[in-house]
């Protein structure tokens, strides 16, 4: 699982990124070589987990750092779980889920925690959905308490429901349909997974969206919101027995309606070919071109196999230093930028991903050869000592210098146990990462960087009468 977890894509209603720990200074590298690993793994937080008599989890994770604690709750639901025709519904309740309840009307619970001087916030992805709340330690309860007044209490009417409708669907307008970047990653997702659900996104598809309702948001809240499939992480200053206490006094009294069946979703077939596309915009600045791989996530793949991808995208495009920065932007200067990445956090397959933007007058087939070549050397000839060494520091460090925010630790543990992962697999993520070997590494290069296995997508320009000429008509 990846310790710098992505932002989701649709977070509402403010948004919310994890910080980026790239930049690490040389003093923090030298400390981990020495030795700063290890005592950074023995003083960690001792990290607590309770399971509630109706089935809700209760990670507490403690730091006395400061009076503040972020309370988060997590229901294992997300897009790639929504009935099929219904693409954007886990989001849109997300947006509803803070029209109020009976007991706290619409704008209450906001308005609290605005007034004690916290900060809240939602997110969905394809895999859960979640809600946290940052505020000092003593209104931990409250926070509790109004979690699960909401968790059932939640009342919806046309009234509310349709207008934030029309807000979801002016959130797509700014964030995939006036984003050219964005609509050209919507498509490649929907063309690498043939089958899986993840080919959706987690917004939704917009002519799904317009016909969304208010007994669609209800039947999901109802099926997916419920004590037994929601997890509350706590981090700050706290003591796990006194949360423990709370958590009973609150969410304790939620009765769970229904037992969950594991989540089983269709699973993708052997990749047998390349596919690629093109999407041409006016409003592109810049020509592009990035590529997906289907690979195992975590929670899919066999012991090591992650954790090797981990170091791979780390080797091939992190940095000034990765594989692909070198050879293209320094040494061959056919590139401005290039980069690899990796997302481990999934609950079924996930992708590995590269990226390039060519420099002036280099065409996008001639960039993309040559970022292949860079692939085709580390599955040949595998990678070095120096870059293995400096790869898994530099994991490491990420992980630990990263550690330190309090929201941070919280997400992780919630992103994990809502993907298939288990706490130990957290606290293991450091050691794991240092048993890679380079020869796993190549392996991993060998087998899932395969063409076959990837959708490229080239990003250019069009020309303003060309597009206006492929608008579709809407008579149609």
Known sequence: MSFLTPSVANNTPMSFSVGTAARLCAALLAWLLAGGLALAQTQGPKVSHFTLDNGLDLVVIPDHRAPIITHMIWYKVGAADEVPGKSGIAHFLEHLMFKGTKKNPAGKFSQVVATIGGQENAFTSQDYTGY?????????????????????????????????????????????????????????????????????????????????????????????????????????????????????????????????????????????AARALTLADPRVEQPLLTRSYLVPSFATARAGVSEALEVLAHILGHGANSRLYTALVVGKKSAVAASAWYDSNALDMTSFGVYGVPAPGVALPDLEKQIDEVITAIAADGVTAQELERAKTRLIADAIYAADSQIALARWYGTVLTTGGKIEDVAGWPARIRRVTAQQVQQAAQRWLQKKRSVTGYLVKAPAAAAAAAKPDKRT
């Open 132 to 272: 946290y709340q940052r505020v000092p330690k003593q209104y931990l309860k409250e926070m509790m308490d109004f979690e699960a007044d909401r968790m059932t209490g939640l009342v919806l009417t046309d009234q509310v429901v349709l207008p934030e409708r029309d807000v979801i669907l002016e959130e797509r307008n700014q964030r995939i349909d006036n984003n050219p970047r964005a609509k050209l990653g919507e498509q490649i997702d929907a063309a690498l997974y043939l089958n899986e659900p993840y080919h959706k996104p987690v917004i939704g598809w917009r002519h799904e969206m317009e016909q969304l309702t208010r007994n669609d948001a209800l039947a999901f809240y109802r099926k997916y919101y419920a004590p037994n499939n929601a997890i509350v992480v706590v981090a700050g200053d706290v003591d796990p027995d006194a949360v423990l206490v709370d958590a009973r006094d609150t969410y304790g009294k939620v009765p769970k309606t229904h037992e969950f069946a594991p989540r089983i979703r269709p699973t993708e077939p052997p990749p047998v």
